[in-house]
């Protein structure tokens, strides 16, 4: 089971960048499928960005493709998000996951990404 710790949000400007760091432990992060979700007040929540072990492609929601980038450190264990050109609409927390079966089941505790107009 791997157990995963997010850091590095913030608040921050409209189009400005924060990077998120998602720390891995008790497992290799680079045998599951990676994600970066997030959830907004009131709002349900959303996939952002991923990796899929098998072929290392990335994946990312419309709303954030071209201004985000989902990078991994294998050596140090760590999943990134890059995030520039931020927006207000993409305040909320957000949450690394990563998966071995169809499901994501293993979970972070949040990170808050607050972006002021």
């Known amino acids: 089971q791997v157990q995963l710790v997010e850091s590095g949000g913030g608040l921050v400007q409209a189009g400005g960048s924060l990077s998120l760091s998602c720390a891995a432990s008790?497992?290799?992060?680079?045998?599951?499928?990676m994600g970066w979700f997030r959830q907004a007040p009131g709002k349900e929540g959303e996939f952002v960005a991923g990796?899929?072990?098998?072929?290392?492609?990335?994946y990312y929601a419309d709303s954030v493709k071209g201004r985000f980038i989902i990078s991994r450190d294998n050596v140090q264990n760590t999943v990134y998000l890059q995030m520039n050109n931020l927006k207000p609409e993409d305040t909320a927390v957000y949450y690394c996951?990563?998966?071995?079966?169809?499901?994501?089941?293993?979970w972070g505790q949040g990170t808050q990404v607050t972006v002021s107009s």
């Open positions: 990796f899929r072990r098998t072929t290392g492609r990335t």
């Open positions: 008790g497992a290799t992060s680079s045998s599951y499928d």
């Open positions: 996951a990563a998966r071995k079966s169809p499901t994501y089941d293993n």
